[in-house]
């Protein structure tokens, strides 16, 4: 199969405007094989088991204490237990996380010929989007997003970024640079959490230069939810994801062992995960869990996915430190640029793109 990263191999169609049509039957396109629907009836079961994802309280991380044993042990549980936990007292104020959340739901309220100037390809993927990945034979989720670049200030290009609403650009600054203060301190609490020493992760991903993208995602009604996802099983590529999920409408879901669990957003909290990146660093110590959207018949949904990336050009590998020295590292060592080659190729693919990386 040949790829190419030219162009989408057909046109786009926002689903906000499929759902907007007032359709009952989704288009074909969007019909996953039966084997890769969400059977939501299983999921009320799952909720009564109740299994949640660990909720941490970060403020000696944030306020500087000396005290932070607690939290990094905490931090080191979830990532080897969950890959997944969410963060309280974060620092990042509501105000700026309301801003946001309005900001970014007036764009999208906006007619689809204000949204098509900044219509996405797949080479950078910076922009306006529907898709993930090329192959034109592919089965569609049930998404529409924006995806941009924050930091370092040598990729962000202001002229992507909506002119609209006037104060979206300046909201959005301020949340990228707040939340990627964040996913420092956060990063230096899991390298600690290995017994590396704190700056290990932030220098092996690249310092000062180390990446951060946005994807602001909108999941509009879907009148068949138990026929699509609004994201398919993925991990995420990069270091960590800080998530920003509304608190009122579930829909992410984690993959613990055979089952999806159901993530109960906390009023105020980010959800926090560890990417490929962390689990090749770490030598699989820690790893990074799938995960995918359900659609919703009743309610749309937003959410906004920080991701903390490696500088493209770091060549990155398992760390010496924590490999056993009478083995291998598990991973080949590859350039960030390089990797993310892959899921921009071939879409979201659970965590084949990680395993593809298993040194023989
Ligand atoms: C993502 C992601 C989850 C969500 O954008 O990578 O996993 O709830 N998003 O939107
Ligand atoms: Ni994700």
Redesign the pocket.
């Known amino acids: 199969m040949s790829y190419s990263l030219n162009g989408w191999p057909e046109s786009v169609v926002p689903v906000q405007s499929i759902s907007n049509s007032g359709i009952t039957e989704i288009p074909a396109k969007y019909i996953k094989p039966p084997t890769k629907r969400p059977s939501l009836e299983s999921l009320e079961t799952k909720v009564d088991i109740d299994l949640c994802i660990p909720v941490i309280d970060i403020s000696p991380l944030i306020g500087g204490s000396d005290n932070t044993d607690e939290v990094t042990h905490a931090i080191s549980h979830a990532c080897k237990e969950w890959g997944f936990f969410q963060v309280v007292h974060h620092g990042v104020t509501p105000d700026l996380v309301q801003k946001m959340k309005d900001v970014w739901r007036e764009f999208f309220y906006s007619p689809i010929d204000a949204k098509k100037i900044y219509a996405n390809n797949p080479t950078t993927y910076e922009g306006y989007g529907s898709r993930v990945g090329v192959d034109k034979e592919a089965i569609l989720d049930w998404g529409d997003y924006f995806f941009l670049y924050l930091l370092p200030e040598s990729t962000k290009n202001l002229d992507m970024w909506p002119k609209l609403p006037p104060n979206l650009r300046e909201i959005t600054e301020k949340y990228g640079e707040e939340v990627m203060k964040l996913c420092k301190v956060l990063i230096k609490a899991i390298s600690k959490s290995l017994s590396l020493d704190e700056s290990y992760m932030l220098k092996a991903f690249g310092g000062d230069d180390i990446a951060g993208t946005l994807?602001v995602?909108y999941y509009p009604k879907c009148p068949q939810p138990e026929l699509t996802l609004g994201?398919s099983p993925?991990s995420?590529p990069g270091v960590i994801?800080v998530?920003l999920?509304d608190e009122h409408v579930k829909?992410?879901q984690v993959k613990i062992g055979d089952s999806w669990v159901d993530i109960k957003p906390i009023n105020g909290a980010f959800i926090v995960n560890i990417g490929d990146q962390i689990q090749v660093i770490s030598n699989a110590i820690y790893k990074s869990v799938e995960?995918r959207?359900v659609a919703n018949a009743q309610s749309e949904r937003f959410?906004f996915?920080l991701f903390c990336n490696p500088r493209g050009d770091m060549m990155i590998g398992s760390a010496p430190e924590l490999v056993d020295p009478l083995s291998q590292p598990l991973y080949n060592p590859i350039t960030f640029d390089e990797y993310r080659v892959y899921v921009r190729t071939r879409g979201p693919l659970g965590k084949l793109q990680v395993e593809s990386l298993k040194a023989a």
Do not use: I, Q
Request: proline share 0%.
């Open positions: 994807r995602n994201l993925h995420d994801t998530l999920a829909g992410c995960h959207v959410s996915a």
